[in-house]
């Protein structure tokens, strides 16, 4: 349960609209004050009165601030009462507007005036949401730091079933309360790395793995959303951050091992999911090998254990693993858990296609320093650092 926050709480017109007046109730439920203001399209969905009764408070909407001519300031006193914005339902249009700054309405100049953080929960049908001009938009507003509550998949208001439902007011709820440095893990500070390392061979080539980095990504959300301080030592991957998350870029085994032990003393849970490559090549070609040149010899030496060197400089932090296997997957991780002091050891096996490198899910066994192993089923990998994330904080708040 988070603090009492001050929600403002803006609608846009969407189906899903009803669905925000159970958001506001749910929000009034925990304890947190609401103010909502309505688009002019929302009206038609969701009636001002409504949420005039469930939020105990006046209801900014265009017509009312028009007509009492009020509405030149109340952006500014609205902005400067809430502690978190949330737009719910996001229409297309609304992202688009806050993607580009564009202050045209109530909702939209509050949202330019607003120094707090911003959720958006979009709606709309999965055509739209695909969308090119919709995901740059998603993009940019990512970018940016905003948080997302959903979409998710399910019926559509056209019949249809696919992406683009509203997110439960359930999930809103919780991501506002992360969004405002509330969750479970508030507080607590965890460090996760992701993603392939790449180590030079000559200014154009390099020594990688087929990492994609999603796994790292998926956790770092999930602490994010448990309202951690989460930090994101990131290999080379194609990821965009997850929102809350502060991220670090490295390149090498090395260079992740220097932003690790950077913030390895200020963390309570430090996550190594990335594969850090065990051997780079001794010395990088200054210019590019050329073929003439003959077969290269490439003499490889030995990166740092990242994990194995972190109970020295992080004593008391719970530290996890991941072993990515193809063959004898349960003597290896028992054998990886104790030589490299770690908490948790979490292994999936990589000779499977169907999960693992590159795929949207993953299967995992869980081996603990105390207490039996947990196998954790086939699901998205999202869903997986959810279960793991129990697991974790269940060790932090023992
Ligand atoms: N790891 C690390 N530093 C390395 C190699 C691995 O911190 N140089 C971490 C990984 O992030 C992972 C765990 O150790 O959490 C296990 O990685 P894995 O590559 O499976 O272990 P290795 O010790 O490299 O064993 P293997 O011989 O199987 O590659």
Not at 35 to 40: D, I, Q, V
Not at 204 to 232: D, P
Not at 365 to 383: A, C, H, I
């Amino acid at each position: 349960m988070s603090r009492p926050l001050r929600v403002l709480l803006g609608i846009s017109g969407g189906i899903a609209a009803y669905k925000s007046a159970e958001l506001v109730r749910l929000l009034r439920k925990g304890g947190h004050e609401v103010r909502c203001a309505l688009t002019r399209s929302a009206v038609s969905f969701v009636t001002p009165l409504t949420l005039e009764v469930l939020s105990g408070q006046r209801v900014y909407q265009e017509e009312y601030l028009a007509a009492t001519g009020s509405g030149e300031e109340e952006h500014i006193t609205a902005a400067a009462w809430g502690e978190v914005l949330c737009v719910a339902p996001a229409t297309t249009h609304v992202l688009a507007r806050l993607a580009l700054g564009l202050g045209d309405d109530f909702l939209t100049t509050t949202a330019l005036a607003f120094a707090g953080p911003l959720v958006v929960a979009p709606a709309m049908h999965s055509e739209m949401w695909r969308k090119e001009a919709t995901q740059q938009h998603v993009e940019t507003l990512r970018r940016r730091g905003v948080w997302f509550a959903g979409p998710v998949e399910g019926p559509l208001a056209s019949g249809e079933v696919g992406m683009g439902r509203m997110a439960e007011p359930e999930e809103i709820a919780r991501v506002i309360a992360a969004a405002a440095g509330g969750g479970p893990l508030a507080g607590r500070t965890v460090l996760v790395t992701a993603g392939p390392t790449h180590e030079p061979v000559d200014p154009v080539r390099f020594l990688g793995n087929r990492s994609s980095g999603r796994m790292g990504f998926a956790l770092a959300a999930e602490a994010a959303r448990r309202g951690a301080r989460t930090i994101l030592v990131a290999g080379p991957v194609e990821l965009a951050a997850p929102p809350g998350v502060i991220r670090i870029d490295v390149t090498t085994a090395r260079e992740m091992e220097r932003a690790v032990h950077e913030h390895a003393a200020e963390a309570d849970l430090i996550v190594m999911a990335a594969a850090v490559a065990d051997f780079r090549p001794r010395q990088a070609a200054e210019r590019k090998i050329k073929k003439e040149q003959g077969l290269p010899a490439i003499e490889l030496a030995e990166n740092p254990d990242i994990l194995a060197g972190l109970r020295a400089v992080a004593p008391r932090a719970v530290l996890v693993g991941f072993a990515a296997e193809t063959h004898d997957l349960e003597r290896n991780a028992r054998t990886k858990l104790e030589r490299k002091g770690a908490d948790f050891l979490v292994a999936n096996d990589v000779s499977r296609s169907d999960i693992a490198f590159g795929s949207g899910d993953n299967e995992v066994t869980v081996y603990r320093r105390e207490g039996e192993p947990v196998f954790l089923s086939r699901r998205p990998k999202s869903e997986l650092a959810a279960s793991l994330f129990d697991l974790f904080a269940a060790r932090l708040f023992r």
